[in-house]
């Protein structure tokens, strides 16, 4: 209980005393602000700054003015490339599905024509098979004498 009386003085009495001596360091501190500040060298030093600015602002101005213009010139352009860059791809986009549909269509021909080629055959091969058979014939004949064996 001795240790935590003894800290708690202590405490106190530190406290006060860097209390007074943060307090003197403070006034000081405040006394050089205030004498800087009103030393005439730094008014006129702050006064020419001033001047400067009030003379600088509109070349200021006008070259911020000139460069967002510049910048919105920029931003325009930029936004017609894109635009045009995706109508491009739209337009790629829409002849690629045109070119996939036109080659549907022209696979769905060729099959059609396939099915009908193939009618074709079958019937070129019933009438093939109902013909009458042909007539072999020998090399030393005449052709006159050629034909079907009951005309001679």
Known sequence: MKAKLAFIVGAAAGFVAGSAAGRDSYEKLKTQAVSTWNDPKVQEGLSNAQQTIREQAPVVADKA???AASG???AKAKAEEVKANHEEKKAVKQVEKDIAKAEKEAEKEIKQAEKEAAKA??????IADKAP???????AASIEDEGPVNNR
């Open 65 to 67: 003015k000139a460069t």
């Open 72 to 74: 919105v010139d920029q």
């Open 121 to 126: 055959d079958k019937k070129a091969q019933k």
């Open 133 to 139: 058979a042909d007539v072999v014939s020998d090399p």
